[in-house]
């Protein structure tokens, strides 16, 4: 068994709250821009590993560490935490991060532009391939994977924490159904969406009103 860190490009940057669902590890076969695990290899992610990973953060009783650059991975380093994934979730294109709690202080440096990626720490079969588990993840600003959820319409959604995954009600199937239908997931539509209605406050001089009227003409041009 080995230990990756995968870096895997997850945008931060939304002007909204810190919250919703992110996907972490893609489903069926990846590999990294750097060439790892090496040529002509992937590693693999299945469903039924997937369901196992999500059953084993529910059986450990405690929430997966959010770290900064891997320094829980770094023996003798500070290693302060930047939040805590407390509940994880198999979807049709991989493993979901699905309730997540960020300290301030990440918050702050996500928002302030400091982090703008997240990493997941794997573990993996040595001669298989096989993503076995997920150590940790890491914030960071060196991605090297490719073709995961852009977190800047999934990871900070309009919606705050306490309500929760707004389609928590769906099926598997309807959810399965529904992201056949618009090609992307959800979270990422409807965040798109949120983004679209989101009106920044209005400049001094200007009415609320007035600037409501404006911004739905001219959008973020009124912004350079």
Avoid at 118 to 135: N, R
Avoid at 161 to 176: H, I, T, Y
Avoid at 198 to 210: K, N, R
Wanted: glycine share 8%; proline share 5%.
């Amino acid at each position: 068994m080995a230990n990756l860190h995968l870096l895997a490009p997850l945008r931060l940057d939304s002007p909204a709250a810190l919250a919703g669902a992110f996907r972490v590890v893609p489903l069926g076969e990846f590999q990294a821009n750097d060439g790892r695990p090496g040529v002509g290899q992937r590693w693999q992610l299945n469903e039924v590993r997937g369901q196992a990973i999500v059953q084993a953060l529910l059986n450990r009783g405690d929430a997966l560490v959010i770290d900064y650059e891997h320094k829980t991975l770094q023996a003798g380093e500070v290693n302060p935490a930047a939040g805590w994934i407390k509940r994880m979730e198999m979807r049709v294109d991989g493993l979901y991060a699905v309730d997540v709690q960020w300290t301030d202080q990440a918050r702050q440096m996500i928002r302030g532009g400091h982090y703008r990626y997240i990493s997941p720490a794997l573990t993996y079969d040595a001669a298989s391939l096989e993503v076995t588990g997920l150590h940790s993840v890491a914030l960071t600003n060196n991605p090297a994977l490719n073709g995961l959820t852009d977190l800047s319409l999934v990871a900070l959604s309009a919606l705050p924490p306490e309500q929760g995954d707004k389609f928590a009600g769906l099926s598997l199937e309807s959810r399965a159904y529904l992201e056949r239908m618009i090609g992307v997931p959800l979270e990422q539509a409807a965040a798109e969406l949120d983004i679209l209605r989101y009106v920044p406050l209005a400049p001094e001089g200007i009415s609320d009103a007035d600037w409501q009227k404006l911004y739905h003409q001219f959008g973020t041009t009124l912004l350079a």
